[in-house]
């Protein structure tokens, strides 16, 4: 299952904002840039002299929802003089 939700914790001095970003809606955004990627995929893999090096990438590109899925849980914290960004990947 692929995360759905961000949430971002910003705290400055006194202040603390927080904000949340659904990921359904990026996801949605990187599809023309996946199918563009497919179409230069299909092309190179067309051309004899590219066919090898663009083969050794299908793999990774086979993986990527799995390496995406494995984000769920994530937290990642900043922390500076000013401010203290925390974010929950869920």
């Known amino acids: 299952m692929l995360p759905m939700l961000v949430h971002f914790k910003v705290q400055k001095e006194q202040k603390q904002r927080s904000y949340w970003f659904p990921l359904g809606l990026l996801y949605l955004l990187f599809v023309p840039v ?7 995929c299909l092309i190179l893999l067309a051309i004899p002299a590219t066919s090898k090096q663009t083969r050794s990438y299908l793999p990774l590109a086979k993986e990527l929802p799995s390496l995406l899925s494995a984000t769920i849980g994530t937290q990642l914290a900043f922390r500076s003089k000013e401010k203290d960004i925390e974010i929950h990947i869920t």
């Open 34 to 40: 996946l199918i563009l990627g497919a179409v230069a």
